[in-house]
């Protein structure tokens, strides 16, 4: 009942910035969580956000370069990436678990929690 859309992927240059959307209808009552698979690569989770919004997780391997956030009333959630390097290049996931309802403060952690998934968008780092 869930129909994930990401966008935003591109090629950038190392050191470069890209700000990615993951939208649905009714998307505000689920926790997010933005995942990345690199070719050969098993899928790894990079961030996730509560439905509220007001906690949310970021992978050790991307804190301080990814910020991740949502705007309740577009049913939108957000991932800006920014001082990106070559290794940050795969496909990026976005997936939604719940429905918790927008108010939920509960975070998941782990990816069987996250039961809709997006096809994903394309993230090519290179110079």
């Known amino acids: 009942q869930l129909q994930i859309v990401e966008s935003g992927g591109g090629l950038v240059q190392p050191g470069g910035s890209l700000r990615l959307s993951c939208s649905a209808s009714?998307?505000?009552?689920?926790?997010v969580g933005w995942f990345r698979q690199a070719p050969d690569e098993t899928r790894e989770k990079v961030s996730c956000?509560?439905?509220?919004?007001?906690?949310?997780k970021v992978a050790d391997f991307v804190k301080g370069r990814f910020t991740i956030s949502r705007d309740n009333a577009k049913n939108t959630v957000y991932l800006e990436m920014m001082n990106l390097k070559p290794e940050d290049t795969g496909v990026y996931l976005c997936a939604a678990g719940g429905p918790w309802g927008e108010d939920s403060v509960y975070v998941p952690l782990q990816e069987y929690e996250f039961k809709y998934w997006g096809r994903g968008t394309q993230v090519t780092v290179s110079s």
């Open positions: 009714g998307l505000k009552s689920y926790a």
């Open positions: 956000i509560s439905g509220h919004g007001g906690n949310s």
